[in-house]
């Protein structure tokens, strides 16, 4: 079973500011990963699928990047309503832990 | 619009079953692999089963293999779990998703609650 590991768990940023998020899986998921954004009381929204292909709708200011086990989102200028739970995916099954990005 | 409509959920005592649905709009259900997701109160997700888009694979997670049966009716574009030997910890919001480069859309989830 592949693991993932999210860091930071907690992220405290500012509007404006730069968000690196990281996943890491236990072996190589080759570029089949996918990002996910939670917020309270909703179903998760598809961000990013295939490490780096942002999905539709999505803000040019979120990407990803990564292959293999090192992958990371990346928000370029935060906005308050991406104050939010990020979660990874690998292959359409595990999930990581998630990261709570929340304001400073 | 494409659109993913759960329902089936609710208060079941430990030991007990209850069959999930989840009704696909919008899209042509027959192509698409399927899955569930859960989430216990206040935890992060965990992928629970998928199936492909004729029903020939199916994955489990380790968690619920063995008392967990996902199925799919193309005919009527629906998505079943059956869950048997519930236990506490599987209460949850149970989402279906439909999967293509990732899961995508999400339908917005039933509660499970497992307690005497």
């Known amino acids: 079973e592949i693991v993932l590991t999210q860091s930071p768990a907690t992220l405290s940023l500012s509007p404006g500011e730069r968000a690196t998020l990281s996943c890491r899986a236990s072996q190589s998921v080759s570029s089949y990963l996918a990002w996910y954004q939670q917020k309270p009381g909703q179903a998760p929204r598809l961000l990013i699928y295939?490490?780096?292909n942002r999905a539709t709708g999505i803000p040019a200011r979120f990407s990803g990047s990564g292959s293999g086990t090192d992958f990371t989102l990346t928000i370029s200028s935060l906005e308050p309503e991406d104050f939010a739970v990020y979660y990874c995916?690998?292959?359409?099954?595990?999930f990581g832990g998630g990261t709570k990005v929340e304001i400073k | 619009q494409v659109q993913l409509v759960e329902s089936g959920g609710g208060l079941v005592k430990p030991g007990g079953s209850l069959r999930l649905s989840c009704a696909a709009s919008?899209?042509?259900?027959?192509?698409?692999?399927m899955s569930w997701i859960r989430q216990a109160p206040g935890k992060g997700l965990e992928w629970v089963s998928y199936i492909s888009s004729s029903g020939s694979t199916i994955y489990y997670a380790d968690s619920v293999k063995g008392r967990f049966t996902i199925s799919r009716d193309n005919a009527k574009n629906s998505l079943y779990l059956q869950m048997n030997s519930l236990r506490a910890e599987d209460t949850a919001v149970y989402y279906c998703?439909?999967?293509?480069?990732?899961?995508?859309?999400w339908g917005q989830g039933t509660l499970v609650t497992v307690s005497s």
């Open positions: 998703a439909r999967d293509h480069h990732g899961s995508d859309p």
């Open positions: 919008g899209f042509t259900f027959s192509d698409y692999y």
């Open positions: 995916q690998q292959r359409s099954t595990s």
């Open positions: 295939d490490a780096s």
